[in-house]
């Protein structure tokens, strides 16, 4: 099968033979149909099987047979992501698809300026990629209207309950015809993800061509059982096998990150990274560089293991493991792309035990052991592992629909490898002779800074294991 039995117009077949497209995926073939019926669409697929053509064409297909431009201000159909960099990558590959024609592809993410983002927007879009927070920014400021809006897609679905933009979505969807079709695209199917599709999605036709969680056939994975401290040298000695080779490293946390590039580049690795500290530009120039090569390892957290496509990646390190046992598919979907092959390698701590069976779970495997000691099956959780699970006691609605940190990681008040600085302000604090506790450090009583009243409990005596450091 190729895509001119799809039912595609010729000149958009003809465009994808250019690129070098002609034989459509899995899901490609399954949704494609589908979505040109006008049906709502939950597509489930393995990263790297090209969901966004799946989605992208279809509408494509319909805009090419709309003789007018599109009104000031008005968007016809809305692609909403859940990172920057997905959203710059889905963008790149609509207006390949669209490639000398008339249909007007924009882009609106946050770090970027705004005022271009208005100017652009004012003539009207045919498709618009956006991420949640800065489409809300412009609708604020009245620079877009959906009301014309014909084409709605929530791609990598599970990924915006993650960041907790459930949100976001609350508010665009009042602002959205009723008449429509929707599409949402992922990998993953966590249990809220069907709240989300009863939400959005009218009497939606489900294509799979995966279990959901299960990560590409072509990726050859291990584990490593090694300790916190020695993880750095085993990975540079790992790097040190493939030198010429691109390399994905994913780090849990944002300084966690930065460290460990500059550590790879003292040992004379050519290294970056990416992470939510990082400049929009400052991120864009970095996977430029990895992507052409000049750089042959980079260094993430899980804000790149979302539209992070360069077939080029061969290795993917787990340097620490994920919170989120669907990101670790996310992750290690960036190597073995476009039908190549890839080895995905995590390094797993005493502490990071209750990570990696969440994890096999998930993907309902056992990832084999390629070196250290695995622990017993019924050996009990590290209390430091158990305790970085999901959000904190009392966050109700981020525990409803996983509203995570923006690196896909849980909020928490806490500081768990001692180099992030943790949530919830400086310690210390309270206000002299008030006779309230104070919450946010430890003090004395008797009336002075940080304490009660002379004999009142100080709740907060006793400091919180991660703000001691």
Same mark, same amino acid.
């Given at each position: 099968m190729d895509f001119n039995d799809l039912g595609l117009k010729p000149r958009l077949v003809e465009q994808l033979a250019e690129q070098g497209l002609t034989d459509p995926t899995p899901i490609q073939q399954k949704a494609i149909p589908l979505a040109m019926e006008g049906r709502d669409v939950l597509g489930l697929a393995q990263t790297g099987t090209g969901k966004?053509?799946?989605?992208?064409?279809?509408?494509?297909?319909?805009?090419?047979?709309?003789?007018?431009?599109?009104?000031?201000?008005?968007?016809?159909?809305?692609?909403?992501?859940?990172t920057r960099e997905l959203a710059k990558q889905i963008s790149d590959n609509l207006y390949n698809y669209t490639k000398g024609s008339h249909i007007k592809v924009n882009l609106v993410v946050g770090g970027a300026s705004i005022n271009v983002q208005i100017n652009r927007l004012a003539k009207g879009s045919d498709l618009l990629v956006a991420t949640p927070g800065r489409l809300i920014d412009l609708l604020d400021r009245n620079a877009v209207t959906?009301?014309?809006?014909?084409f709605l897609v929530l791609d990598e679905a599970d990924q915006m309950l993650d960041l907790g933009f459930i949100h976001a979505l609350r508010q665009i969807a009042p602002l959205l015809p009723a008449e429509r079709q929707t599409m949402m695209f992922s990998a993953t199917m966590p249990k809220h993800m069907n709240e989300l599709a009863d939400a959005y999605?009218?009497?939606?036709?489900?294509v799979e061509t995966a279990p959901p969680g299960k990560p590409a056939d072509k990726v050859t994975q291990s584990v490593y059982f090694v300790p916190g401290p020695e993880k750095t040298a085993k990975l540079i000695e790992h790097?040190?096998?493939?030198?010429?080779?691109?390399?994905?490293?994913? *780090? +849990?946390?944002?300084h966690g990150s930065e460290r460990l590039m500059k550590a790879l580049v003292k040992a004379g690795f050519s290294a970056g990274s990416v992470h939510g500290n990082k400049s929009q530009g400052q991120r864009e120039r970095a996977i430029k560089a990895f992507r052409a090569g000049e750089i042959t390892v980079l260094v993430a957290t899980d804000v790149a293991a979302r539209g992070l496509d360069i077939p080029g990646v061969r290795f993917v390190y787990n340097y620490d493991l994920p919170n989120v046992p669907d990101n670790y598919v996310h992750r290690i979907g960036r190597t073995a792309r476009a039908g190549r092959d890839g080895t995905a390698v995590a390094f797993c701590a005493p502490d990071e035990i209750g990570a990696l069976r969440d994890i096999q779970k998930t993907m309902g495997r056992t990832i084999p052991v390629a070196g250290g000691t695995p622990p017993a099956d019924d050996a009990p959780i590290p209390k430091a592992n158990r305790r970085r699970r999901g959000p904190p006691k009392g966050d109700?609605? *981020? +525990?409803?629909f996983g509203g995570n940190a923006p690196s896909g990681k849980p909020k928490r008040k806490f500081n768990i490898d001692g180099g992030d600085k943790p949530e919830g302000g400086k310690p210390g604090g309270g206000k002299p002779g008030k006779g309230k506790p104070n919450r946010n450090g430890p003090g004395k009583q008797?009336?002075?800074p940080g304490g009660g009243k002379p004999g009142q409990r100080n709740r907060n005596t006793r400091n919180r294991r991660g703000n001691a450091a």
């Open positions: 966004t053509a799946a989605f992208g064409l279809p509408m494509i297909h319909h805009l090419l047979g709309v003789g007018k431009k599109p009104a000031p201000k008005s968007v016809r159909g809305l692609i909403l992501a859940p959906l009301s014309d809006t014909q999605l009218t009497n939606p036709v489900r790097l040190a096998e493939h030198t010429d080779e691109l390399a994905l490293v994913f *780090a +849990r946390t944002k109700g609605n *981020a +525990r409803k008797g009336g002075k």
